[in-house]
């Protein structure tokens, strides 16, 4: 089974600043992946970024890049040059060989002008 | 390609009526997902199919709910009676096992539920 702690419940950043959403994994797959969403106020979640165990690079989707450091079982969130529109939920989810996916409690990020 | 689709977006109902959630999956996948999502409780996964077997409901609360797809274009979430603490949005998820895919989940627009 895997778990997901995202500890940042609340998180703020300046209009295009950069801002790191931790989340952190626990898992006996020896393959799996990670993956993040956003939430934003309509509810829809909208898929991001995903990164695989075996990926030798860091995942990057235009201004979202993924912090992957498999030693410390963490998988962050880069956000660079935010925008008001990235003010949402963002949960982080990992899924491994039963392809049943486990997500985070999430984190709030709000953008201030 | 369309995405997945539920019905209906929102549900007001009375304390003690039947509630009956719809979707339709992408097609091709072969994972159906039905989470709900709360302020306290986050997201959790009530229930998932994979090839329109269920297979593992531990995460339906009570006997109150009930789901089922009965074939792998739809699935439906049922509550009977429903209770003011249902009151939650709806997910379901859809996602693909094989070939070279990530598994990725993909989410409905969600059934928002208010039992009154």
């Known amino acids: 089974a895997q778990k997901i702690t995202q500890t940042q419940p609340g998180m703020f950043v300046q209009e295009k600043e950069a801002v790191t959403l931790d989340c952190t994994y626990d898992?006996?797959?020896?393959?799996?992946?990670l993956f993040w969403y956003k939430q934003p106020s309509s509810g829809e979640m909208i898929f991001l970024i995903y990164?695989?165990?075996?990926?030798?690079q860091n995942a990057t989707e235009g201004r979202y890049s993924l912090n992957f450091q498999k030693a410390r079982k963490s998988a962050n969130l880069v956000i660079s040059a935010s925008q008001l529109g990235d003010s949402a939920m963002y949960f982080c989810?990992?899924?491994?060989?039963?392809?049943?996916?486990?997500f985070g409690r999430g984190t709030s990020l709000i953008v201030h002008p | 390609d369309a995405g997945v689709i539920q019905s209906p977006r929102h549900e007001v109902t009375e304390m003690g009526q039947e509630v009956t959630l719809r979707c339709k999956p992408i097609?091709?996948?072969?994972?159906l997902f039905w989470y709900r999502q709360t302020m306290m409780r986050g997201l959790e996964l009530l229930i998932y199919?994979?090839?329109?077997?269920?297979?593992?409901d531990s995460g339906m609360p009570e006997d109150r709910f009930s789901a089922k797809m009965p074939n792998a274009s739809f699935s439906t979430l049922k509550i009977q009676p429903s209770e003011p603490r249902d009151s939650a949005v709806y997910f379901c998820?859809?996602?693909?096992?094989?070939?070279?895919?990530?598994?990725?989940?993909?989410f409905g627009e969600g059934s928002r539920l208010t039992v009154l």
């Open positions: 998820a859809s996602s693909f096992s094989g070939g070279a895919g990530t598994g990725e989940l993909f």
């Open positions: 898992t006996s797959d020896p393959s799996y992946g």
């Open positions: 990164q695989g165990s075996y990926d030798q």
């Open positions: 989810a990992g899924l491994g060989g039963s392809y049943i996916p486990t």
């Open positions: 097609s091709g996948h072969d994972y």
């Open positions: 199919f994979n090839n329109n077997v269920p297979i593992d």
